[in-house]
T-cell receptor
Framework: AQSVSQHNHHVILSEAASLELGCNYS??????LFWYVQYPGQHLQLLLK??????LVKGIKGFEAEFIKSKFSFNLRKPSVQWSDTAEYFC?????????????FGRGTSLIVHP | DVKVTQSSRYLVKRTGEKVFLECVQD?????MFWYRQDPGLGLRLIYF???????EKGDIPEGYSVSREKKERFSLILESASTNQTSMYLC?????????????FGDGTRLSIL
């Protein structure tokens, strides 16, 4: 079974600092990769996704992520965070198994940005 | 835009009660999912359904059951609620089984078992 590992459980930054959240997965077959964000009191929503092609994908609100197949990684980055980026971030993998895509989530990273 | 609606934002029940959590989606999605979200544990899959009347166990199905009688509705049932089932429950939908598309989530139900 696949697993998803998020290395940082809690991250605290000041506004304008750069952000990188790590995500590694364990599955050798075809995968699709996602980052979701959950702002306080809101539902999870898609930040960005990778299916194929350019391994550097751009999402909403200035976020981007890079898929490195050899490292089984899909790290999320933002050059300059804002107070409004305070949220919980989840990495997720859809792994192709038996013709179906089975979603697996990481444990999440709580990001607090101080103004 | 996909709308996934969970019937309650907050629910308080007593130990031993049978509890129903309801979820409805309005985009004719085939797949629906139930997760529980606990601090430090992320999202853990309880059950999912590929289509009407179909269900599959997820990673933590013990103590839960589900019902999918209509395509738009997916119910999670706690047969006999226990305090360790106090959690945030999230429902999600996805367009279809062989899809690599992302899931769409509801707002969640925060369930407290006393």
């Amino acid at each position: 079974a696949q697993s998803v590992s998020q290395h940082n459980h809690h991250v605290i930054l000041s506004e304008a600092a750069s952000l990188e959240l790590g995500c590694n997965y364990s599955y050798g077959g075809t995968v699709n990769l996602f980052w979701y964000v959950q702002y306080p009191g809101q539902h999870l929503q898609l930040l960005l996704k990778y299916f194929s092609g350019d391994p550097l994908v751009k999402g909403i609100k200035g976020f981007e992520a890079e898929f490195i197949k050899s490292k089984f990684s899909f790290n999320l980055r933002k050059p300059s965070v804002q107070w409004s980026d305070t949220a919980e971030y989840f990495c997720a993998v859809n792994a192709l198994a038996g013709g179906s895509y089975i979603p697996t989530f990481g444990r999440g990273t709580s990001l607090i940005v101080h103004p | 835009d996909v709308k996934v609606t969970q019937s309650s934002r907050y629910l308080v029940k007593r130990t031993g009660e049978k509890v129903f959590l309801e979820c409805v989606q309005d985009m004719d999605h085939e797949n629906m999912f139930w997760y529980r979200q606990d601090p430090g544990l992320g999202l853990r899959l309880i059950y999912f359904s590929y289509d009407v009347k179909m269900k599959e166990k997820g990673d933590i199905p013990e103590g839960y059951s589900v019902s999918r009688e209509k395509k738009e509705r997916f119910s999670l049932i706690l047969e006999s609620a226990s305090t360790n089932q106090t959690s945030m429950y999230l429902c999600a939908s996805r367009i279809r089984q062989k899809s690599n598309q992302p899931q769409h989530f509801g707002d969640g139900t925060r369930l407290s078992i006393l």
